[in-house]
């Protein structure tokens, strides 16, 4: 990367990191989205290979950049729905779901991906394979391990 690009990319940062975040924070209503937002905006700004004309057409590129940046966060929001841990644990009043829910977060990653796509998304095994770039016999072995897994710890919790 070139010195003069770093040194635009320095500007620019300061110029109009707050504005962005602004921005970022009032569209997402996240602060963490919004950093995430904002940082996309200028990895973008790295990548771009144009040239601006002046200073407030580099500045009206970052804000179209940060607003469609946002929208696709809201949209992956929309289509992917998530619920963060405590609030998941609220929702399971006996101790039983409880068990259940601490014994899913802690299976390791590969099975959980198997298993949300399967059971919570409703793929098949061979487009979980397609998604996942693995054979449709690794997907049915890690489904069968998830719940080989979980039916023994699962079975330990409820003795």
């Not at 959980?112 to 487009?127: Q, R």
Request: proline share 1%.
């Amino acid at each position: 990367m070139d010195e003069n690009k770093d040194h635009n990319l320095e500007q620019a940062f300061s110029r109009y990191y707050q504005m962005l975040y602004k921005i970022s924070v009032i569209m997402l209503c996240n602060e963490h989205d919004a950093y995430d937002a904002v940082q996309e905006t200028f990895v973008r700004y790295l990548e771009y290979h144009g040239d601006f004309q002046d200073e407030e057409h580099e500045k009206a590129w970052l804000i179209r950049v940060n607003i469609n940046v946002c929208k696709n966060f809201l949209r992956f929001h929309r289509l992917h729905p998530m619920e963060n841990y405590e609030s998941l644990t609220l929702k399971y009043h006996t101790d039983e779901e409880a068990g259940l829910m601490d014994e899913l977060f802690a299976l390791s990653q590969k099975y959980k991906e198997v298993l949300i796509l399967h059971y919570i998304e409703g793929y098949t095994n061979a487009e979980i394979a397609g998604i996942l770039q693995i054979s449709e016999s690794a997907v049915k072995k890690r489904l069968e391990r998830a719940r080989n897994e979980l039916r023994t710890k699962y079975g330990e919790l409820k003795d």
